[in-house]
């Protein structure tokens, strides 16, 4: 496999053009914060944007809505992240999370767990790029923005964890 | 200056190869093998051993700081110095003193509007009411101290729009350029859209109004012959990177009465005449402006890269690159899908060529033109406003300097036909 293909393996593609749970979100809508959150991430060396939307059903992941504009790594890994989370209890969400962080900081070295990551695994390739880390992980990190949202407006959450 | 028809003799194929061979780092392979091929010079040039030699010597012989101590390595590093000072000075048609050393050219913006918004400037301290002209194609450094500037003085930033051909609107400079305009800073030429500004014009008008004009002539000293003293501008800004120099070295270059006007912005040791616990009074132009370790080995390193574009010659750089420039915009235009951003023709264009692959994000464009060994720069290039006005985030972009061959071009324009394919877009 050339280090092209390597990078951009199958799942990474056909991802990029399906992205999965990619909707509109409205500017005006109004959400319960005990529920839902969104979060805006931004990446101001390329300009790239996405935005998360989650509600939470309990301490489920119950649906994921997301909206941005940006390479092919960025837009499938946030598709890819929606497959993955939709219906996960949040904790387990989490830890594919930690796991997909890992695998992506390991320039190349990590051994990532499939059954953990999933599709998740074909960004593997991404470690090796320094310069791409930051797209694969843009979509994640507004997940785990707006859970944090949802956590801090629920005055339960500290109690449950 | 111009470069419509070009009068001195393009670089031919053995000259653009004799000097390939002065630049160890253009040999190298990327990938999974393949040749390089360094379209970035835009972003930072690469340097020929002829540069590095220079500060490996100075470092090897004279090394040591300059303007202090009497011992003859001090001597030695100062003459150095002061001769960079002096060549870079020739070099760009300005007197030996109206060239202050910066780190880069974004310092030389910074304290340029810093100045001017001090009190101490006097008559050319920014007052509400008063304006400040840039233009929609500026990098972000010539843009955001401008921004601050008149945020602290309370001017208004004005700014000349584009053409959808990404040029300057020349026909709204008249009424932008009016009585309350007291400085016009602007680029020689676009880092992103290759465009050459019409430089003698904007300037006339300044003067007309008594503005001060301010050149931001990062992408133009390099790769064209400027004269700075013949232009009339009361200032300019370049960068070392750029032009076969080291980083951590710019010029801010500017007619010394100016300089002799304004205050120093940094301070401390090296700038002073005398001090007491109270107060200090401050050496002339350019040391006012030189606070702390001065960049003595990139002084050096930097003079070497202008005594090396001297020999070649700026004319026959510049008449090359407008082949460049050419073979950039014919190779762009013959792949399908693929949009330039900026003028569509070589005249008045450097051989900078940004470009929107359709259906393709920048990112990945870059990726797939690494693959085959092409280093372009990706994003928005540190000039976000002039991608708002063409409808993008960002765009890939190609830039060439006096080293790029015509299958540099060739090998760039191949691999960037591959591009859409591999993305599955037809
Ligand atoms: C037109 C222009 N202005 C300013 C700058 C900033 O120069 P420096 O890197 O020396 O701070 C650049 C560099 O990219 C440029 O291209």
């Excluded at chain 2, 030429?189 to 931001?216: W, Y």
């Excluded at chain 2, 951590?248 to 002073?272: E, W």
């Amino acid at each position: 496999m050339s280090s092209l293909e390597s990078l951009y393996q199958q799942v990474i593609l056909d991802h990029s053009k399906e992205k999965h749970g990619r909707a509109d979100l409205g500017e005006g809508d109004v959400l319960d914060p005990l529920s839902t959150a969104r979060s805006h991430q931004y990446n101001p060396l390329c300009g790239d944007e996405v935005t998360v939307q989650i509600t939470l059903g309990g301490t489920d992941v119950e649906t994921v809505a997301w909206t941005g504009d940006g390479c092919s790594i960025s837009q499938a890994a946030t598709s890819v992240m929606h497959d993955l989370i939709v219906g996960r209890p949040v904790d387990e969400a989490r830890g594919i999370l930690a796991d997909y962080r890992t695998m992506l900081r390991s320039r190349g070295e990590g051994e990532p767990d499939e059954e953990v990551l999933g599709d998740a695994v074909a960004f593997a390739g991404v470690s090796r790029h320094a310069n791409r880390v930051k797209c694969a992980i843009l979509g994640w990190t507004a997940f785990e923005d707006a859970l944090l949202r949802i956590e801090a407006a629920r005055p339960t959450a500290k109690d449950e964890s | 200056m111009t470069l419509t028809s070009t009068q001195a003799t393009p670089l031919d194929h053995d000259e653009v190869e004799a000097i390939r061979a002065d630049f160890p780092i253009l040999h190298r392979t990327v990938g999974d093998g393949a040749q390089l091929v360094y379209l970035d010079s835009g972003a930072t040039s690469q340097r020929p051993r002829q540069v590095l030699q220079a500060e490996y010597d100075f470092a090897t012989t004279s090394y040591s700081a300059v303007h202090r101590g009497a011992h003859t390595l001090a001597s030695e590093a100062t003459d150095a110095f002061e001769a960079a000072r002096e060549t870079v000075a020739r070099f760009v048609g300005v007197p030996t003193d109206g060239v202050v050393w910066t780190r880069n050219a974004t310092e030389g913006l910074n304290v340029l509007a810093a100045a001017l918004t001090d009190p101490e400037a006097g008559q050319y301290t920014l007052k509400p009411g008063d304006e400040v002209l840039v233009t929609e194609m500026e990098h972000h450094a010539n843009l955001v101290p401008w921004q601050r500037a008149a945020a602290r003085s309370g001017a208004t930033l004005r700014w000349i729009p584009l053409t959808d051909a990404g040029r300057l609107d020349l026909a709204t400079v008249d009424g932008l350029i009016n009585e309350r305009t007291k400085v016009v800073a602007f680029a020689h030429a676009s880092n992103v859209l290759g465009t050459i500004n019409p430089v003698a014009e904007l300037v006339a008008k300044a003067k007309a109004v008594g503005a001060l004009t301010i050149l931001d002539a990062c992408q133009s000293v390099p790769h064209l012959p400027v004269d700075l003293g013949a232009l009339g501008v009361d200032a300019a800004v370049f960068s070392g990177h750029k032009m076969l120099g080291p980083t951590g070295i710019g010029v801010l270059a500017a007619r010394p009465g100016l300089l002799d006007a304004l205050p120093p912005v940094l301070t401390g040791g090296s700038m002073v005449e005398r001090v007491t616990m109270e107060t200090a009074t401050f050496r002339e132009a350019p040391q006012r402006f030189e606070a702390g370790p001065p960049p003595v080995a990139q002084a050096v390193a930097l003079r070497a890269a202008v005594d090396y574009l001297d020999r070649v010659g700026m004319d026959r750089i510049a008449a090359r690159e407008h082949q460049l420039a050419q073979l950039l915009l014919d190779g762009v235009d013959s792949v399908a899908g693929v949009r330039v951003i900026g003028p569509n023709d070589a005249e008045n264009r450097t051989a900078t060529v940004a470009f929107e692959v359709e259906g393709v994000h920048p990112h990945d464009v870059g990726q797939v033109l690494d693959a085959a060994g092409v280093a372009v720069r990706v994003g928005h290039h540190c000039a976000q406003p002039v991608h708002r006005r063409f409808g993008v985030n960002a765009s890939s972009r190609a830039s060439a300097y006096l080293y790029t061959t015509d299958a540099d071009v060739e090998r760039f324009v191949q691999a960037l036909g591959s591009v859409r394919g591999f993305f599955g877009r037809s």
